[in-house]
């Protein structure tokens, strides 16, 4: 299996632009979470899915923020309009249900200038 | 109140050197428990998981205390290659929430 992937591994972009981050998970896994992490804040979650439906987004920061799965081996975390402050790395993670543990994919590491 | 609490560090201990990090979590109606490591510049990677029992996988051991809500981990015999960030994790329902991380570097 090839694990958690994401694209693209990094992203340079300036303030006002739209940012689209994507994420394939572990095939057969039905969960889904997108996560940001920053030195200050560490790893926080933005919003989870579970078979495709968006379960819980109360971490998402603001409207700026939004995250789709249209279907069960991709899913989208889309910023616009970016700020510098959105500058992070943000991980996508996968989980089979019936599995406790999260595998995370190599994150995108994005910077906005 | 952030959910879990870790000592941020940084620890540096020499090859060889016995290590414990602490942790602690708000929620008494938390679930799993596990210990994550972070590479520099990589993802989160499950270390092991925590059982109420205390269990041991090598060099590791993992100890949780629900009625101090505490989570430990110790590491005998440190390598070097056991430099990373030590993440603490508590699970709630399908909520996963991470601690910030200990660091630690062994030196040789």
């Known amino acids: 299996d090839a694990g958690v992937i994401q694209s693209p591994r990094h992203e340079v972009t300036e303030m006002g632009q739209e940012v689209t981050l994507r994420c394939k998970p572990i095939?057969?896994?039905?969960?889904l979470f997108w996560y940001r992490q920053t030195m200050m804040r560490g790893l926080e979650l933005l919003i989870y899915?579970?078979?495709?439906?968006?379960?819980?987004d109360s971490g998402m920061p603001e409207d700026r923020f939004s995250a789709k799965m249209p279907n069960a081996s991709f899913s989208t975390l889309k910023i616009q309009p970016s700020e510098p402050r959105d500058s992070a790395v943000y991980f996508c993670?996968?989980?089979?249900?019936?599995?406790?543990?999260?595998?995370f994919g190599p994150g995108t590491r994005l910077t906005v200038t | 109140r952030k959910e879990v609490e870790q000592d941020p560090g940084p620890f540096n201990v020499p090859e060889g050197a016995t290590v414990a990090f602490n942790c602690t979590y708000s929620?008494?109606?938390?679930?799993?428990f596990f210990w994550y490591r972070q590479d520099c510049r990589k993802e989160p990677k499950l270390l092991m998981s925590?059982?109420?029992s205390g269990n041991e996988d090598g060099r590791f051991t993992a100890q949780l205390n629900r009625a101090s809500q505490y989570i430990s981990l110790l590491i005998r015999d440190s390598k070097l290659s056991d430099s990373a960030t030590y993440l603490c994790?508590?699970?709630?329902?399908?909520?996963?929430?991470f601690g910030t991380g200990t660091s630690l570097t062994v030196i040789p």
């Open positions: 929620n008494s109606a938390s679930q799993s």
């Open positions: 994790v508590v699970n709630l329902g399908n909520q996963f929430y």
């Open positions: 899915f579970n078979n495709n439906v968006p379960i819980d």
């Open positions: 925590v059982y109420s």
């Open positions: 095939s057969g896994h039905d969960y």
């Open positions: 993670a996968s989980r089979g249900q019936g599995h406790r543990e999260q595998y």
